[in-house]
């Protein structure tokens, strides 16, 4: 079992990483109470049997759930159950879970203690980390949300194993983000195992997850609430990809979108001249290696352009009619950028056409 932790302004996170690290639940909650959410797809007997005094609320996942209705159907179960500060919140699924089970957290009663289960590789190595949580808004991703960091995060391998193939991809194209941006090592350990990653070997999976949990750490430590022009780098591939998810009414799943989001994003730092020759082959090549969509066409669903164009201009690294890109410079290394958004929307559309 590996253990991390980190302080931030508020909260210390610890992050516990292996197979059965689900057991360690028993020791943090004993026998506080305990607001258990969960995707209704899941066996989580394992997590239940590490609890003593629980209410379970089963939910369902997806980015339907990244909704403000769905948020107050959530929060009126811990209203009823009458939970207050002293309790816990523990979100067992996916990003999406993760995601609006963080917010209500984050809200009710101004904050209850919030432990992560990610149940996904995507979870594992970014969402349920660096307390980002949020719900969509009129076709627009995490217009609503929070900062609200996580006490724990337990990332038990073990809920792999059920996971299939196509969400591990998806989960990877994270992965392929901070090699690209952040981490060289990474970006080479990556070349040469994607056949152990792909095969779910327990010592791959758990070195993906725990370097991507550390290169994530370190950016939030530095620039918690994104407001100092770091953690944007974490956004790298969202612009676009976001507006991918939008345009297509949230058909085209995030990992897939941020993959194709990557290559347009990096084709752009080199036409405006911030990327080193071999970027975008690199990036191209990383991604085609696992599998992962690198065009539009690939993702074989229309793409409403007006719809993508108008969740662009709503991004939330828009200031001023500009917006600040986080831009590859060369392999684990970045720059920010400001790019006028009508030039920025001018490359996005022969992106997305
Ligand atoms: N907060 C953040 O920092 C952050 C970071 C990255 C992504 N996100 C968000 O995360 C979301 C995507 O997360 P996701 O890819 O995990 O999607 P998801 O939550 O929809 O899960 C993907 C699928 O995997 C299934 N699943 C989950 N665990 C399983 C298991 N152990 N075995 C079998 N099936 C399982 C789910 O039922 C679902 O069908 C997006 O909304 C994205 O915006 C947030
Ligand atoms: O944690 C961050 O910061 C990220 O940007 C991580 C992203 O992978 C994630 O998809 C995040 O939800 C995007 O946030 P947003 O601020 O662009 O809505
Ligand atoms: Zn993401």
């Not at 759930?65 to 067992?92: H, N, W």
């Not at 594992?124 to 609200?148: P, Q």
């Not at 970045?334 to 559309?349: D, Q």
Request: proline content about 3%; hydrophobic content about 40%.
């Amino acid at each position: 079992m590996i253990k991390i932790s980190e302080d931030f302004c508020n909260t210390t996170t610890h992050v516990i990483i292996g197979k059965g690290s689900v057991s360690s639940l028993s020791e943090i909650i004993g026998d506080k109470k305990v607001a258990l959410y969960y995707s209704r797809k899941l066996n989580v007997d394992k997590v239940k049997e590490n609890l003593k005094n629980y209410y379970e609320f089963p939910m369902d996942d997806g980015e339907e759930v990244k909704d403000i209705l769905y948020s107050l159907k959530l929060i009126r179960e811990l209203f009823e159950k009458g939970f207050d500060r002293g309790d816990y919140v523990i979100a067992v699924g996916g990003g999406t879970v993760t995601d609006v089970v963080g917010f209500i957290a984050s809200i009710y009663m101004r904050g209850l203690n919030l432990i992560n289960i990610p149940t996904t590789l995507l979870g594992m190595v970014d969402a349920a980390i660096g307390g980002k949580t949020g719900v969509n808004f009129e076709n627009v991703k995490n217009v609503l949300g929070t900062f609200y960091q996580p006490s724990f995060i337990i990332s038990d391998i073990e809920f792999l194993e059920t996971l299939p193939l196509e969400e591990i991809k998806k989960g990877m194209a994270e992965v392929i983000k901070y090699g690209l941006v952040l981490d060289k090592e990474l970006y080479d350990y990556l070349a040469m195992h994607k056949d152990e990653i792909y095969s779910k070997e327990p010592e791959a999976l758990e070195t993906v997850v725990y370097k991507s949990a550390l290169n994530k750490l370190a950016v939030v430590k530095e620039d918690e609430r994104e407001t100092k022009g770091i953690r944007i780098v974490l956004n790298f591939g969202h612009t676009i990809g976001h507006a991918i998810e939008a345009g297509s009414n949230f058909r085209i799943p995030h990992g897939y979108a941020i993959s194709v989001g990557m290559v347009c994003e990096a084709k752009i730092a080199e036409e405006m001249g911030y990327a080193e020759e071999g970027v975008v082959e690199d990036t191209t090549w990383m991604l085609t290696h696992y599998e992962l969509p690198i065009t539009i066409d690939s993702l074989k669903e229309n793409i409403d352009l007006r719809k993508a164009i108008e969740a662009l201009t709503k991004d939330k690294k828009v200031r001023g009619g500009k917006v600040l890109m986080p831009f590859p410079t060369r392999i684990g290394n970045w720059k920010k950028v400001e790019v006028p958004l009508e030039t920025l929307k001018g490359f996005a559309e022969q992106c997305l056409k």
